[in-house]
């Protein structure tokens, strides 16, 4: 019998035939998809369960996602009945909605932090915001931020987040985490042939390039003038030489900034093309449940891996071949930020 549960407006269901609930670095919200079928018992009614409710998905009584149902499908026959839940954690609701500006609310902000914000914008949806960084690696206040119209609530956080060098990720009570890449050792290990079952690799050249050169606008204190130029140029020697990128960069920018951009976009371009799948059995390493955003040892002699990787994805599974864990993984540089320059406002400097 599966561990697994749903927790749908308080009441909790088990027995579940099958399940995929999926953490990603890749997607702030988190997700899951349960599924079961039986024979048709006289008097059985349909699980009360509705799109919308809120509820708690939890391994051994370990909350795993807190958020809410998005879609319920349901077969039935005279005979027999399955349903399906699907859903999202609580940063589900800052993907989908925009927000509007209303009895008060801002959609500028002026000298507040990344935290700030978060905490104003996130907990309109009751999505709280935490961190394990320092005031230092969080930075200062913004001068002056402000929302597109129709930009989704996480698109603008997102971009903030940028701003800053950090980036957010979803945590099992259904918070905002604000922190860095693989700053936690995972539990055990990944060793081909002792504890995977299967792997599926991936290789890449397709956005990596030869030459990388960073050009903006140069910083200067003095008027605007586009003739006022800042550039620098990375190289991937891996790459055949006809390949090359060029990146405009936003707002006023030095050479070293430059350099350091075109440095850090070639390090994750070579990060995100080396990524590695493996199928392990059962759900959890000798620490508990595997988690993402965690740097875990790995030893696979058919690609010559032995060092540690960055947890990019989990996807618990139970289905009619078992359970298992398939664990997504890519070298940290892949997920490694850069201060991304603030909008600058020039107005007052063009002429």
């Known amino acids: 019998m599966s561990e697994w549960t ?35 018992k006289e008097g059985a009614v349909a699980r009360p369960i509705r799109p919308g409710a809120p509820c708690t998905v939890a391994y051994a009584g370990q909350t795993v996602v807190k958020g809410y149902v998005d879609e319920v499908s349901m077969d039935y026959s005279a005979t027999q009945h399955s349903i399906r839940v699907s859903g999202r954690s609580l940063a589900g609701e800052l993907v989908d909605t925009t927000w509007l500006p209303a009895n008060g609310n801002a959609s500028q902000w002026s000298g507040q932090t990344l935290m700030q914000v978060a905490v104003t914008l996130a907990g309109t949806y009751g999505v709280a915001v935490a961190t394990d960084l320092n005031d230092v690696e969080l930075g200062g206040p913004f001068k002056n931020v402000a929302m597109n119209p129709g930009e989704s609530v996480w698109s603008f956080l997102e971009k903030l987040a940028g701003h800053r060098g950090v980036r957010f990720v979803s945590q099992s009570d ?22 995977t079952l299967s792997a599926q690799g991936r290789l890449s050249h397709r956005e990596r390039f ?90 696979d002699s058919y690609q010559g891996i032995d060092d540690k990787r960055l947890i990019v994805t989990t996807d618990f599974v139970l289905d009619e071949s078992g359970s298992r864990t398939e664990i997504t993984l890519m070298p940290i540089e892949a997920f490694q930020m850069i201060l991304e320059p603030e909008p600058v406002d020039t107005e007052k400097k063009w002429s």
């Open 6 to 40: 749903l927790k749908v407006d308080g009441v909790v269901y088990g027995g579940w035939k099958s399940l995929r609930v999926s953490r990603s670095m890749e997607q702030v919200a988190d997700s899951f998809d349960f599924s079961t079928s039986d024979r048709w």
């Open 174 to 195: 259904g918070s905002l985490l604000i922190t860095r890449a693989g700053l936690v050792d995972s539990g055990g290990a990944i060793e081909l042939g002792v504890n």
């Open 210 to 299: 030869r030459l990388t050169r960073v050009r903006g606008q140069a910083a200067t204190e003095e008027r605007w003038d586009p003739q006022l130029v800042s550039e620098a140029d990375a190289y991937d020697g891996e790459i055949r030489t006809t390949r090359h990128r060029l990146i405009i960069a936003s707002g006023q920018v030095s050479k070293t900034e430059c350099l350091a951009r075109a440095l850090w976009q070639t390090a994750v371009s070579r990060g995100r093309a080396q990524s590695v799948t493996y199928t392990v059995q059962g759900w959890h390493n000798p620490t508990g449940l595997w988690q993402i955003n965690t740097r875990v040892p790995v030893r």
